[in-house]
């Protein structure tokens, strides 16, 4: 298998390349918070648990997050590989990955960090909410408080892969293209 983890604060385009990355590579793509918003839609007990931490910009409880992280994997046992986007998000939720993977024989191999700017996420954010409907793209308020948790809390999951090694720093600004083309650069090089 081949486990990536695509890194990055809101808005540094995970979710886009995520979904070029799949494609070009078949992984199971694993985006937790995709996986909250179709359980708010389908509205389950776990969408509605997970809606007031999201409408605020906070972080799902890390429990609910993990249990609802080791289901997907249970369920995926023959895929070549996961590209987990949006998770980890705290260092707890690391350690927890690395031991649920490690129960599955295999391990994280890479974790690719996007580098962009706050005020360039600020943009993206507002441009997203206009074609997504997301309101916590759209509201400051939330835009804040979502860069202020990714530095007070998930900033110590690239810390936590640092120290094995496993983090590769990439420029998250230019055309889409580039920035993919750069991306399939370091996965080429591992695989
Ligand atoms: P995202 O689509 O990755 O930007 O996530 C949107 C929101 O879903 C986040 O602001 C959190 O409220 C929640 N969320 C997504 N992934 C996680 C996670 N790994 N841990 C906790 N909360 C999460």
């Given at each position: 298998m081949f486990n990536l983890i695509l890194f990055g604060p809101p808005g540094s385009g995970k979710g886009t390349q995520s979904e070029k990355l799949i494609a070009k590579y078949g992984l199971k793509h694993l985006s937790t918070g995709d996986i909250f918003r179709s359980e708010i839609s389908n509205q389950t007990e776990l969408g509605l648990k997970a809606k007031s931490y999201m409408d605020a910009g906070q972080l799902v409880p890390d429990a609910v997050t993990i249990g609802m992280v080791d289901k997907v994997i249970n369920a995926n046992k023959g895929v070549n590989g996961f590209l987990f986007d949006g998770f980890p998000r705290t260092k707890a939720q690391a350690e927890a990955l690395d031991e649920l993977l490690k129960g599955h024989g295999t391990e994280i191999n890479v974790v690719l960090a996007l580098d962009v700017p706050e005020n360039e996420l600020i943009q993206r954010m507002i441009g997203r909410a206009k074609t997504s409907g997301r309101?916590?793209?759209?509201?400051?308020?939330?835009?804040?408080?979502?860069?202020?948790?990714?530095?007070?809390?998930?900033?110590?999951?690239?810390?936590?892969y640092r120290t094995f090694n496993k983090v590769v720093q990439l420029n998250g600004l230019g055309s889409i293209d580039d920035i993919f083309a750069s991306l399939c650069q370091e996965i080429d090089s591992r695989k």
């Open positions: 309101s916590d793209d759209a509201d400051p308020e939330v835009q804040q408080k979502r860069i202020a948790v990714y530095r007070n809390e998930t900033l110590a999951v690239a810390d936590h």
